[in-house]
T-cell receptor, first 110, second 114 residues
Framework: KNEVEQSPQNLTAQEGEFITINCSYS?????LHWLQQHPGGGIVSLFM???GKKKHGRLIATINIQEKHSSLHITASHPRDSAVYIC????????????FGKGTHLIIQP | NAGVTQTPKFQVLKTGQSMTLQCAQD?????MYWYRQDPGMGLRLIYY???????DKGEVPNGYNVSRLNKREFSLRLESAAPSQTSVYFC?????????????FGSGTRLTVV
């Protein structure tokens, strides 16, 4: 079973700061997902990546397959970025779903 | 485009009562999933269905049953609710059992068992 660890668990920053959230996993994967969950809200898929880097607006996700590590970066952070960010992985070989990290609770203060 | 629709959004049950959580997707996805989310823990897989007519147990299946009614619908049933089943439940779907496709989640069902 893949173990997915995220750091930090909680992060408070000021508006405009550059944010980095880290994710590591224990077993080889076929894809890694970054998800966003607002308080009391549903879960939205931000990125799915199996190599390299992806960018969407102010969000950037990178993955290093050899090191079993991924990072999610937020540039020019804004209070509306406040949410829980969840890393999840799929190990391939079938539709057996995602294995999730426990999430990083991000608060951006104005 | 509705995506993944879950009903109900909120439910309070008494211990021993039964209920069914409904999930439907309109994206023609093959695979569907039920997860539960508890404080301090990551989401955990209850059951999944790789395709119409098939279901399989996930990490925490005890106390639950599922039905893949057709390609669109995947329901989760609690036959005799217990306080330990108090949780937020999410349904999700993906295109197929190919990991190159992303996942779409429903908005969740907040269930309290008293």
């Amino acid at each position: 079973k893949n173990e997915v660890e995220q750091s930090p668990q909680n992060l408070t920053a000021q508006e405009g700061e550059f944010i980095t959230i880290n994710c590591s996993y224990s077993v080889g994967i076929s894809a890694l997902h970054w998800l966003q969950q607002h308080p009391g809200g549903g879960i939205v898929s931000l990125f799915m990546l199996s190599s390299g880097k992806k960018k969407h607006g102010r969000l950037i996700a990178t993955i290093n397959i050899q090191e079993k590590h991924s990072s999610l970066h937020i540039t020019a952070s804004h209070p509306r970025d406040s949410a829980v960010y969840i890393c999840a992985v799929t190990s391939g070989g079938g539709a057996d779903g995602l294995t999730f990290g426990k999430g990083t609770h991000l608060i951006i203060q104005p | 485009n509705a995506g993944v629709t879950q009903t109900p959004k909120f439910q309070v049950l008494k211990t021993g009562q039964s209920m069914t959580l409904q999930c439907a997707q309109d994206m023609n996805h093959n695979s569907m999933y039920w997860y539960r989310q508890d404080p301090g823990m990551g989401l955990r897989l209850i059951y999944y269905s790789a395709s119409e007519g098939t279901t399989d147990k996930g990490e925490v299946p005890n106390g639950y049953n599922v039905s893949r009614l057709n390609k669109r619908e995947f329901s989760l049933r609690l036959e005799s609710a217990a306080p330990s089943q108090t949780s937020v439940y999410f349904c999700a779907s993906s295109m197929r059992d190919n990991d190159n496709y992303g996942y779409t989640f429903g908005s969740g069902t907040r269930l309290t068992v008293v």
